[in-house]
């Protein structure tokens, strides 16, 4: 039901910071970001319900990463500051109906590449 289309990826050295995007076309959901690491199997990131008064993020980038959203620009952030090495990987938003940890996200974009450079 909604096309969403992630920005912001690039090349970075440890340390660095970078700010996703991701543009939603439809209505506001609950948003959702993931990332795969190559050989890896892809981990939720941060949550975000539809009016942006909670949040969740996994313990692996709490901290240092701050899920946002500004529902006037359909847009949905998310902040890297401090990034590591293992934090390389190709960056997703979802959209789900629900903001909870077993929400089933039907819509994803196309995928943001991310590279931390030691």
């Known amino acids: 039901q909604v096309q969403l289309v992630e920005s912001g990826g690039g090349l970075v050295q440890a340390g660095g910071n970078l700010r996703l995007s991701c543009v939603a076309s439809?209505?506001?959901?609950?948003m959702g970001w993931f990332r795969q690491a190559p050989g890896k199997e892809r981990e939720f990131v941060a949550s975000i319900n539809w009016s942006g008064s909670k949040t969740t993020s996994a313990d692996s980038v709490r901290g240092r990463f701050t899920i946002s959203r500004d529902n006037a620009k359909n847009t949905v952030y998310l902040q890297m500051n401090s990034l590591k090495p293992e934090d390389t990987a190709v960056y997703y938003c979802?959209?789900?109906?629900?903001?909870?940890?077993?929400?089933?996200?039907?819509?994803w974009g196309q995928g943001t590449q991310v590279t931390v450079s030691s």
């Open positions: 979802a959209a789900t109906l629900s903001f909870a940890v077993g929400a089933a996200y039907g819509s």
């Open positions: 439809g209505r506001t959901f609950s």
